[in-house]
């Protein structure tokens, strides 16, 4: 029996329809599966969590990141770092951005997912710890708040809101003075924007940090440093085209399985929640996550 967590309300509240073609992929196999549809903020952390407590051996989340981001956090809830390899997780992409599958090499068609997931394949990869906060994604401090209550207001979130609301928040010209130790190193410097993920994709597809993997054991820094304006506009366009970067892009990059930021904001993003007083620190949590993934060919 698969148990399904379906976001109606993912992808401009499309994620719906697009489920519907999936549960045929499903009848047509003759897979047994249930749904349980989100009403609220957070419930897939109930939901998940229950579906842990009953005993259920999968659990299937239909719909973005951030949904994704809320079933984990319910499983680990209940089972914990050491057992949440018990139960596995299968994601059907249907959300706006999907960076977590685009980092993880999992199909981007909802569909595909759905015949990934019912193959029956599994593999380990790692969440993170960030301020007692679950990450599967990515985490932010600097402009990305602003950027993303600017994309939370719009009516209609399209793939590259992300990227026109960053490009605003770049022009009005606010910086923060960062502070980021590991390894113990100690570095500070004025940037934008400070970000620890757990993958290379972000903000729907951006190759963000082309060196993470979701499975390695380490988390990934990536910073944009102070630059006049136009040069930040064009750093943040070779980042959105996956274009390469050089030296005068003044990206830093570094891994490590524990980051402490400090950025003169208390506001952080964890997989597009916005989150105020929380401590950024980011550590991983090796291979604890078991998902469904593409077999060996």
Not at 79 to 102: H, K, S, W, Y
């Amino acid at each position: 029996m698969l148990n399904v967590i379906l976001n109606e309300n993912a992808a401009g509240k499309t994620a719906g329809k697009k489920f519907e073609a999936v549960a045929k992929i499903f009848e047509s196999h003759k897979a047994e599966y249930r749904v349980f549809r989100t009403e609220y903020r957070r419930h897939a952390t109930e939901i998940a969590a229950k579906l842990a407590l009953s005993g259920a051996d999968n659990v299937v989340v239909a719909g973005g990141d951030g949904t994704l981001n809320e079933a984990v956090a319910g499983l680990f809830e209940v089972l914990g770092e050491q057992c949440l390899g018990e139960v596995a997780v299968g994601i059907l992409p249907l959300g706006t951005g999907n960076d977590f599958v685009r980092s993880a090499g999992l199909p981007t068609d909802a569909e595909d997912a759905a015949k990934t997931i019912l193959a029956g394949c599994t593999r380990l990869v790692d969440v993170a710890d960030v301020g007692g906060v679950k990450m599967v994604c990515f985490s932010n401090a600097g402009i990305d708040a602003d950027v993303v209550d600017m994309c939370n207001r719009e009516k209609h979130k399209k793939t590259f809101s992300y990227a026109k609301n960053a490009i605003k928040c770049i022009l009005r010209g606010t910086t923060y003075d960062f502070t980021v130790r590991y390894d113990g190193k100690e570095e500070s410097f004025s940037g934008i924007i400070a970000s620890v993920v757990n993958g290379k994709s972000m903000a729907s597809g951006m190759n963000y940090a082309p060196s993470a993997k979701v499975d390695d054991g380490l988390l990934d820094l990536v910073a944009v440093e102070k630059a006049p304006r136009l040069k930040l506009l064009k750093t943040l366009w070779k980042l959105a085209t996956n274009r390469p970067l050089n030296k005068s892009d003044k990206v830093r990059y570094a891994a490590a399985k524990r980051f402490e930021i400090s950025a003169g904001t208390t506001v952080v993003d964890i997989d597009g929640e916005l989150y105020t007083g929380l401590d950024y620190t980011a550590e991983c949590l090796e291979k604890c996550l078991k998902i469904y993934a593409k077999g060996d060919d």
